[in-house]
């Protein structure tokens, strides 16, 4: 079973950073793809970050130019940094990860991670 653990939320002022962290554990197989969502009170979840399979991530418009996929395979986490904080960012923050390419829908998610954004 794939486990994933997020780090590295907090509080932050308008136009600070943070770079959260997502530790892959527990499946001893590439995943297929992986990728950050957000979800904030009373919205819909939504896709922040998804390393597409050819190796360049894509990104929600509301996030472009600020916020940065990266993977360390070495460590085996997917990380996402975060710059230019709006309130808007404010959210719970989900990584997650498919299996394989037939998968339908993400197999697996982490507990979150809060973000809080003040202006």
């Known amino acids: 079973q794939v486990q994933l653990r997020e780090s590295g939320g907090g509080s932050v002022q308008t136009g600070g950073s943070l770079r959260l962290s997502c530790a892959v554990s527990?499946?001893?197989?590439?995943?297929?793809?992986m990728a950050w969502f957000r979800q904030a009170p009373g919205k819909e979840r939504e896709a922040v970050a998804i390393?597409?399979?050819?190796?360049?991530?894509s990104y929600a418009d509301s996030v472009k130019g600020r916020f940065t996929l990266s993977k360390d395979f070495a460590k085996n986490t997917l990380y996402l940094q975060m710059n230019s904080l709006k309130p808007e960012d404010t959210a719970m923050y989900y990584c997650?990860?498919?299996?394989?390419?037939?998968?339908?829908?993400?197999?697996?998610w982490g507990q979150g991670t809060q973000v809080t954004v003040s202006s």
């Open positions: 997650a990860a498919k299996r394989s390419w037939a998968s339908r829908s993400y197999d697996d």
């Open positions: 527990g499946y001893p197989y590439s995943l297929y793809r």
């Open positions: 390393g597409e399979g050819d190796g360049t991530p």
